[in-house]
């Protein structure tokens, strides 16, 4: 043991000698975090050792998800004690997927189930770095009749392989406040509401801008029904024709963004909006002070608005939208090839996304709206929601899924997306004719991604 | 005669014997620096020379990377419009933002030095407190202050009568809502670092320049600036490094939405290193973005800093390397 | 001769410190030091309230009630689950990352300021040359470094780098050549002092005002460094404070009044040991300079 010591204490004295005498306090320290490190280290080698000593076995999985309620999906599969712990690990939204590129592009560091979102789908499916989650170990062919089926489009390659699994989705319709119609003396109950502006009732946008029309003129210009028409009705109106600017590598911005694009443009010239950019502090301050009657947006509004915003609760319906039923926002889940572990990764991103128990512990608490049709059978969905003042919601929200028609992605889209919103903004902000607008966007959006045809 | 011989060679003796001591002591001076280039050759070259390597391909991170040779650099010069815009706004935000901050820290600095005021912690805290905040703190504050129905400034321009301004939602607007916070942010700084470089100056030189009869303006002109400029000189050239790669606070301020682009509307906040970031990271596909388009961009921008820390130089008549 | 010396020295003085200058520098240092501090105030009320009232008419102008909501969602399992874990994280690294910081910056800026060694201006060239490489694509062969060194789930990627970086040592070397004579160094030699025991005994304790400094901006660039900690981080438990807090800004918007609360509860600190320091760094040394 003394023999040990001194051999430590030379190798330590030699490397500080080396290291000089400044750099000796910093290396000792360091020490002092590499050891911490070590230790975690050594921790998990025991952890890998375990399995063959015995049937418990218990490899940890690390699960990476931009929202803190990755959490539950841990804990309820850690329970479960299937052989494997899961580590969730919360990765910021808006890094996330470079975090996942990063790994890839180094080859070092990606975790054994990664989530993806809608919006940047397209850039990973075109790639490799995904195992293909319908090739041995794995065997995901059998759900494809249990998933709605434009998720399943999204999360396979054009050669047929699936490298994505569709975990959510993002039906979406209009949600209005009863109370503010009703004060206003507007229709306040979902079936007159429905009657009016949605496709259901063979309703178009035009409808909806005479409702709008309404709010504004009942409150005096007070009150307007939604908060900004580039996301609004812009963001509805191009989902509707299927969302993104591609078919194949065919642009489509002309086809497929002008008609949104003057629908927003003039429901902003005639004031119906309240003029709020979405998503910031200024919008949450709309919702409180009444600012707007509604919203045109997906199901997964509640989560957040519950939180923020909970003297609105019971007081939200929801109808499904003017001229077609569409989808906004969704996520899938996949398995790195990194992966050292595919085979309980695989048994954990079966049990989350493909199973009615995986998929509803997430749903229940988060609004989180299953992919996997299955899940939809328990009684919940068919339970009254306070949030929505007892509307039956989850399945006006599932009707709403199985009608959306297919969404094609592309690995230019995010791209695609950038070079719309900076002429859209244009034209809500500086008045930009919306058909020349969509033109230019079109031709920047040929200059800037290579092999785009007009 | 003789003597003089014994002289000389006395003398040359000592030379050597100087320049031999000089020698050893240099010894010394390389293990100084040392650390730098063997941190830099592990940390810092070897980035460089793979980013070389990968301008001339086009690399999307998970396929194979293509050569392509001087293609990404071509695009980049002949048909990247957006490109060539973003680099455009941030040598207007340098212009707009950098340059005033340079000179309003000065000014503070040069105040707070010299002698007449009390409360200098006082000031100087309050100067500096801007800079700890983190970049994050300060675009969700600032992305509230500049809200534009509910937002606070808005609300006090109602005082006077001022329509709401959409600060970050205007093209016209979004420049000037940078350069206020990046001048907010940054002045402290950079008096911090003036004021570092007056504190060093011998306050004996000024006395015995009061001695020799000089007023304040002679004293400024003749002992301060010249003793300040390499301090002025360093905290020039960092600041171009520093905002021609300015990312943080358009980021935060317009960073993009699901509903917007990053840079905002016309791209007005776009910078050269948020393209650069995005090409790289975000968009990544095809030919004109992924890792090689993007790394032919840093260096086309470390050409640009190159080029104006030269011609500051050369205005400056005066060498970095130079003492 | 004296007479007039006193007298022109005092008419100076006199003239640049008249009332109604006087008033006009306090005004104007004043007006910045509000416009500097009232944002950072009101990031202050803004941690006390809920996202939904701090945008409002009239604007909150004083402390709301919601701080220990707001605190108690900033501890929240499931949302951020090791808030204290992180700023000890991100005290730790950046202390650590400051003091080697000091140490070989002052080393290295004083090499090249006080040496005439060959090659001297070649190598010093090369080090302003890189301080201009843009560095966000220096992210992936970075990546690939630590793969390397199997520093891959550790802390050295945060510290080690840039321990001797250019920044620090242009900034020391500029000072140093400014405020040291050399005749300090020669009384030393001519005393028979080692050049390491120089610098240590001798050059360091001059160029406090630069470390104290160099000291406060690396803790600070240290502390907020966002992007690499972000993509190299794989633990919750290893994130440092803005990673961390990052981690509550989600695709549906964004808790202000907690992620505000939990840059403030970092920042106050900060500015305490700043203004407690600043003191000691920046006033009273000029004696000390030169000698």
């Known amino acids: 043991m003394s023999t040990n010591d001194k051999a430590l204490s030379r190798r330590r004295f030699l490397r500080f000698a080396a290291a000089g005498l400044g750099a000796a306090s910093v290396a000792g320290v360091l020490a002092a975090c590499g050891a911490k490190k070590s230790e975690d280290a050594a921790a998990g080698t025991e952890a890998t050792k375990a399995p063959e000593e015995g049937k418990k076995a218990n490899v940890e999985l690390t699960f990476w998800w931009w929202d803190g309620n990755g959490q539950i999906w841990a804990d309820a599969y850690n329970k479960l004690n299937r052989g494997a712990t899961v580590k969730f690990v919360n990765t910021p939204f808006a890094d996330s997927h470079d975090k996942l590129l990063t790994s890839f592009a180094s080859g070092t560091g990606a975790p054994d189930i990664a989530s993806l979102e809608i919006g940047r789908i397209g850039g990973f499916t075109a790639k490799g770095g995904l195992a293909d989650l319908k090739s041995a170990p794995f065997d995901g062919g059998k759900y494809e009749k249990d998933m709605v089926k434009y998720k399943w489009t999204q999360g396979s390659t054009t050669d047929g392989r699936l490298v994505a699994m569709p975990w959510d989705i993002g039906p979406a319709g209009v949600w209005y406040r009863a109370d503010i119609m009703e004060k206003l003396g507007l229709p306040s109950k979902p079936e007159e509401v429905e009657a009016l502006i949605s496709h259901t009732k063979g309703k178009k946008w035009e409808d909806f801008f005479a409702l709008s029309q309404q709010v504004k003129?009942?409150?005096?210009?007070?009150?307007?029904?939604v908060a900004d028409a580039a996301t609004d009705v812009y963001g509805g109106a191009l989902r509707q024709g299927g969302e993104g600017y591609f078919e194949g590598m065919k642009l489509m911005i002309e086809e497929k963004a002008t008609r949104p694009a003057q629908l927003a443009a003039d429901y902003?010239?005639?004031?119906?909006?309240?003029?709020?950019?979405?998503?910031?502090?200024?919008?949450?301050?709309?919702?409180?002070?009444?600012?707007?009657?509604g919203m045109v947006i997906a199901c997964w509004m509640q989560g957040g608005l519950t939180k923020d915003q909970p003297q609105t609760i019971g007081k939200w319906r929801v109808v499904p939208a003017p001229e077609a039923s569409y989808n906004w926002g969704g996520s899938f889940c996949a398995i790195p090839e990194q992966s050292k572990n595919p085979e309980m990764a695989w048994d954990f991103l079966t049990w989350a996304c493909c199973s009615a128990e995986g998929q509803n512990a997430m749903f229940t608490p988060t609004g989180?709206?299953?992919?996997?049709?299955?899940?939809?059978?328990?009684?919940?969905?068919d339970a009254p929601?306070?949030?929505?003042?007892?509307?039956?919601?989850?399945?006006?929200?599932?009707?709403?899924?199985?009608?959306?028609?297919?969404?094609?992605?592309?690995?230019?889209?995010?791209?695609?997306?950038?070079?719309?919103?900076?002429?859209?903004?244009?034209?809500m902000k500086e008045g930009k004719d919306p058909v020349q607008a969509m033109k230019d966007a079109e031709a920047a959006a040929i200059k800037a991604i290579e092999g785009s045809t007009n | 005669m003789a003597t003089t011989t014994f002289t000389v060679a006395e003398q040359k003796a000592q030379d050597r014997r100087t320049r031999r001591k000089e020698a050893k002591r240099n010894v010394w001076a390389y293990v100084f620096v040392a650390p730098f280039f063997f941190l830099y050759s592990i940390f810092g070259l070897f980035p460089l020379v793979y980013g070389m390597w990968l301008s001339l391909h086009q690399w999307d991170g998970i396929s194979p990377m293509k050569w392509v040779g001087f293609l990404n650099y071509i695009k980049l010069f002949t048909v990247d419009d957006i490109w060539w815009q973003a680099i455009s706004n941030t040598v207007w935000l340098f212009v707009g933002a950098t340059i005033p901050q340079l000179l309003l820290a000065m000014i503070l600095?040069?105040?707070?030095?010299?002698?007449?005021?009390?409360?200098?912690?006082?000031?100087?805290?309050?100067?500096?407190?801007?800079?700890?905040?983190?970049?994050?703190?300060?675009?969700?504050?600032?992305?509230?202050?500049?809200?534009?129905?509910?937002?606070?400034?808005?609300?006090?321009?109602?005082?006077?009568?001022?329509?709401?301004?959409?600060?970050?939602?205007?093209?016209?607007?979004?420049?000037p809502s940078i350069i206020m916070v990046t001048v907010w942010q940054w002045t402290g700084y950079s008096m911090i670092i003036f004021l570092a470089g007056l504190q060093s100056i011998n306050p004996e030189l000024y006395e015995a320049a009061r001695v020799d009869g000089a007023d304040t303006n002679d004293v400024f002109w003749k002992i301060t600036m010249p003793l300040m400029r390499p301090v002025i000189l360093f905290q020039v050239v960092t600041s171009?490094?520093?905002?021609?790669?300015?990312?943080?606070?358009?980021?935060?301020?317009?960073?993009?939405t699901q509903s917007s682009a990053p840079g905002g509307t016309d791209h007005a906040g776009l910078t050269a290193m948020m393209q650069l970031y995005w090409s790289a990271f975000k968009y990544n596909t095809g030919s004109k973005s992924g890792f090689g388009y993007a790394s032919a961009m840093s260096f086309i921008l470390f050409f640009i800093i190159v080029t104006f820390s030269y011609l500051y130089n050369r205005a400056n008549g005066r060498n970095l390397t130079e003492d | 001769m004296a007479t007039t010396t006193i007298t022109r020295n005092r008419r100076g003085r006199d003239r640049f410190a008249g009332p109604v200058v006087m008033t006009f520098l306090y005004t104007f240092l004043a007006v910045f030091a509000l416009a500097s501090a009232f944002p950072f105030y009101y990031m202050l009320v803004t941690a006390t309230y809920r996202t939904v009232d701090i945008l409002r008419i009239p604007p909150p102008i004083w402390f709301g009630s919601a701080l220990m909501q707001n605190y108690n969602q900033l501890l929240e399992q499931g949302s951020l689950p090791y808030f204290w874990t992180s700023v000890y994280n991100s005290v730790a690294i950046a202390s650590v990352h400051t003091i080697a910081v000091l140490f070989f910056c002052s080393l290295a800026g004083y090499g090249f300021a006080k040496f005439r060694f060959p090659g001297?201006?070649?190598?010093?060239?090369?080090?302003?040359?890189?301080?201009?490489?843009p560095g966000a694509l220096g992210l992936i062969p970075s990546f690939i470094v630590m793969r390397a060194l199997h520093w891959i789930e550790t802390w050295y990627p945060l510290i080690v780098p840039g321990m001797a970086n250019a920044f620090g040592i242009f900034w020391m070397r500029q000072y140093i050549e400014s405020a040291i004579p050399n005749e300090m160094m020669d009384a030393a030699r001519i005393d028979g002092a080692k050049e390491f025991r120089i610098f240590w005994a001798i050059i360091l304790p001059v160029i406090a005002p630069a470390l104290g400094a160099l000291a406060i901006l690396t803790f600070m660039g240290k502390w907020n460094e966002f992007q690499f900690p972000l993509l190299i981080l794989k633990d919750q438990m290893t994130y440092t404070l803005p990673v961390a807090l990052s981690t509550l800004r989600s695709l549906r918007g964004t808790e202000i009044g907690v992620q505000i609360l939990g840059s403030s509860i970092a920042i106050v600190p900060i500015l305490t040991v700043f203004v407690s320091a600043s003191r000691q760094f920046m006033s009273g040394l000029t004696a000390g300079a030169v000698k």
């Open chain 2, 109 to 175: 600095a040069f105040i707070i030095n010299s002698g007449y005021i009390r409360f200098k912690d006082f000031f100087r805290a309050a100067y500096f407190m801007p800079f700890v905040a983190s970049a994050v703190a300060v675009g969700i504050l600032f992305s509230s202050l500049f809200g534009l129905q509910y937002g606070m400034f808005n609300f006090f321009l109602s005082f006077f009568g001022v329509e709401k301004i959409d600060w970050l939602g205007s093209a016209f607007w979004l420049k």
């Open chain 3, 120 to 133: 001297r201006e070649g190598m010093f060239t090369f080090l302003l040359a890189t301080l201009m490489v």
């Open chain 1, 217 to 225: 003129e009942k409150s005096g210009g007070k009150v307007k029904m």
């Open chain 1, 268 to 293: 902003r010239k005639q004031e119906l909006d309240a003029n709020i950019g979405w998503w910031g502090a200024d919008w949450a301050a709309g919702v409180k002070n009444d600012a707007f009657a």
């Open chain 2, 240 to 256: 171009i490094i520093g905002a021609m790669q300015n990312f943080d606070i358009p980021v935060m301020l317009a960073g993009g």
């Open chain 1, 368 to 381: 989180v709206f299953p992919a996997y049709k299955p899940a939809w059978a328990d009684p919940l969905y």
């Open chain 1, 385 to 427: 929601q306070d949030f929505f003042g007892g509307q039956r919601t989850f399945r006006v929200w599932g009707d709403i899924a199985d009608n959306v028609a297919s969404i094609s992605r592309s690995p230019y889209d995010l791209q695609a997306d950038d070079i719309v919103n900076a002429e859209m903004a244009k034209v």
